[in-house]
């Protein structure tokens, strides 16, 4: 069966400190890789998404991740994380043109915690 | 704005009772899903369906049940069967393709 593994369950990092959140699946097959955001109280939200081509991308507010197909991974990385980023963090795969409805499985999440 | 509706967002219920949470969604998106959402544990695959009239159980199907008579709605029902029904259950839409999801608010159900 597919599986997300996210292995950095709760993280703390001061303001302007280096982010990297672990992601991995154990899907042979091609994939498309997400990563989500939930901040406090609001909807979950997507960060990026990965479906081919350059396998480093850029998603909204400063994050990017990159896919390494023989790592079977897709860490989020920020170059340097703001109070505002405290949320926890979801990787989802879903397997590529399957013909049926487009199923996301979710990895178990990461909160972060960011201090001033 | 086009979105998930879904409601309401706190719910209690006594112990035994059958309790239905409401998703609607002016997307036009054909699929939908239920996950439920526990601490530590991500979000679980309830049901999900691709058209109307048709649906299909997810990885943690039992004690739950839906419907999908219209595009537009989801509802999931949990049943006095599902034995640890307190959670924070999401609802979300696709359009029929490989694509990410968008999410409602949620729905948290507290059973006592």
């Known amino acids: 069966a597919q599986s997300v593994s996210q292995h950095n369950h709760h993280v703390i990092l001061s303001e302007a400190a280096s982010l990297e959140l672990g992601c991995n699946y154990s899907y042979g097959g091609t994939v498309n890789l997400f990563w989500y955001v939930q901040y406090p109280g609001q909807h979950l939200q997507l960060l990026l998404k990965y479906f081919s081509g350059d396998p480093l991308v850029k998603g909204i507010k400063g994050f990017e991740a990159e896919f390494i197909k023989s790592k079977f991974s897709f860490n989020l990385r920020k170059p340097s994380v703001q109070w505002s980023d405290t949320a926890e963090y979801f990787c989802a795969v879903n397997r590529y043109g399957t013909g049926t409805a487009s199923k996301l499985t979710f990895g178990t999440g990461t909160r972060l915690q960011v201090t001033l | 704005d086009g979105g998930i509706t879904q409601s309401p967002k706190y719910l209690f219920r006594k112990e035994g009772q059958n309790v239905t949470l409401s998703c609607e969604q002016n997307l036009n998106h054909d699929a939908m899903y239920w996950y439920r959402q526990d601490p530590g544990q991500g979000l679980r695959l309830i049901y999900y369906?691709?058209?109307?009239?048709?649906?299909q159980k997810g990885d943690i199907a039992e004690g739950y049940s839906v419907s999908r008579e219209k595009k537009e709605s989801f509802p999931l029902t949990v049943t006095s069967a599902q034995k640890n029904p307190t959670a924070f259950y999401l609802c979300?839409?696709?359009?029929?393709?490989?694509?990410?999801?968008?999410f409602g608010s949620g729905t948290r159900l507290t059973v006592v």
């Open positions: 369906s691709q058209i109307v009239n048709d649906f």
């Open positions: 979300a839409s696709s359009r029929d393709s490989p694509d990410g999801y968008t």
